[in-house]
C-alpha cells in the first residue's frame, strides 16, 4: 500500500508561483507513473500533468503547458509540480496520484491507483 501526502498548496496573486511536493510512504515509486489532477468546486477532476517512472518523459494538459513543470526525485520518493504565471482559473485542490501497474503516463483517472488526500491552491486576481 502507497500513502501519498500533497504539501505546498496556499494563496498566490495572479501572475506568482507556487511549488507542490506529493511524498510517497510504505513503499517506493520509483517505478510508478506519476500525475496530478485538479478539482475545482463544481467541476469534475480533471488531469493536469503526468510523468513516466524515469522522469525522462512528461505530459501536459493545455492550458498549463509552459507554465506547469512536474519532476520527479525518485530518491526521495517525491514528485513536484513548479507552478508559474498563475491564473484564477488554476484555483483547486491538486491531487497527487501513482498508476502501480505502468511506469509510462496516462491522463485517465482510472489508471491511477493511488491518491493523496489533496492540497488547496487559490489564485487571486
Known amino acids: 500500500q502507497v500513502q501519498l501526502v500533497e504539501s505546498g498548496g496556499g494563496l498566490v496573486q495572479a501572475g506568482g508561483s507556487l511549488r507542490l511536493s506529493c511524498t510517497a510512504s510504505?513503499?517506493?515509486?520509483?517505478?510508478?507513473?506519476m500525475a496530478w489532477f485538479r478539482q475545482a468546486p463544481g467541476n469534475e477532476r480533471e488531469f493536469v500533468a503526468a510523468i513516466n517512472w524515469s522522469g525522462s518523459g512528461t505530459y501536459y494538459t493545455d492550458s498549463v503547458k509552459g507554465r506547469f513543470t512536474i519532476s520527479r526525485d525518485n530518491a526521495k520518493n517525491t514528485v513536484y509540480l513548479q507552478m508559474n504565471s498563475l491564473k484564477p482559473e488554476d484555483t483547486a485542490v491538486y491531487y497527487c496520484?501513482?498508476?502501480?501497474?505502468?511506469?509510462?503516463?496516462?491522463?485517465?483517472?482510472?489508471?491511477?491507483?493511488?491518491w493523496g488526500q489533496g492540497t488547496q491552491v487559490t489564485v487571486s486576481s
Open positions: 496520484a501513482a498508476d502501480r501497474h505502468s511506469g509510462t503516463y496516462s491522463s485517465r483517472a482510472f489508471d491511477y491507483d493511488y
Open positions: 510504505g513503499r517506493t515509486i520509483s517505478r510508478y507513473a
